[in-house]
């Protein structure tokens, strides 16, 4: 199967130069093989690419433009629907072409000429890409969970780290407060209560000392 791609050389579109280019490049990265038909200088590559656009493809005025891409005689796109394919990594299944050897193949209809038609290209199914996907969120989860816990625990350390010298200084204090109850509570001893009692009487006989010589000082007046 060979891809045609018609198109104009001497277009004086800027625009349409682009997307030519654009479009050969990409075929020649993948290494596809394609023939480039001029339709600037063969009329019959004119004619034949503006008979074989299905009608609801072609612009309001009937005559589509460059490029214009073909597998044989089946209908691809053009630079639109070629860009959008390539987008989605889909460019074998737009040109209808097997995919490269050892890549995963999907079924995508595809539609040559209005009919459709079932190719296999290269990549993933929907549901193969789906399990992965959740394969991967339980992952991520899982690892979140895991370094919440570790931080919890991280954390809980910190606080029993935190909460120990304090319980060793109020035990400290406890043993301190014990320790001045016990010495206010400790009784007094004999020889402090014997010192007790002989100042008290060393006291009362200054005072009567002192109240002596004021009588006798009074008994001379009544003499």
Not at 43 to 56: F, K, S, Y
Not at 118 to 144: F, I, N, P
Not at 147 to 161: F, G, L, M
């Amino acid at each position: 199967m060979v891809i045609k791609v018609f198109l104009a050389s001497s277009s004086g579109s800027t625009a349409i130069k682009k997307k030519q280019q654009d479009v050969l490049g990409f075929l020649e990265a993948l290494k596809v093989d394609y023939a480039p038909l001029d339709i600037a200088c063969n009329e019959d590559n004119r004619m034949w690419m503006r008979e074989n656009v299905p009608v609801e493809k072609k612009p309001t005025n009937g005559i589509p433009l460059p490029p214009q891409i073909f597998n044989e005689e089946s209908y691809c796109g053009d630079y639109e629907t070629f860009f959008d394919a390539k987008e989605d990594n889909a460019v074998y299944a737009f040109l209808g072409l097997p995919p490269p050897p050892g890549s995963k193949k999907r079924e995508v209809p595809m539609e040559f000429n209005g009919d459709e038609h079932t190719h296999e290209v290269g990549g993933e199914t929907g549901e193969e890409a789906a399990e992965e996907a959740t394969e991967e969120d339980a992952a991520a989860e899982e690892k979140v969970a895991k370094e919440e816990e570790e931080a919890v625990k991280d954390t809980e350390e910190a606080a029993e780290d935190t909460k120990a010298p304090v319980k060793q200084e109020e035990a400290q204090e406890e043993v301190e407060d014990e320790e001045a109850k016990g010495e206010d509570d400790q009784p007094v001893s004999e020889g402090e209560e014997d010192l007790g009692s002989e100042e008290e009487e060393e006291l009362r006989q200054l005072e009567e000392e002192e109240e002596a010589p004021e009588v006798t000082e009074q008994e001379e007046e009544d003499e």
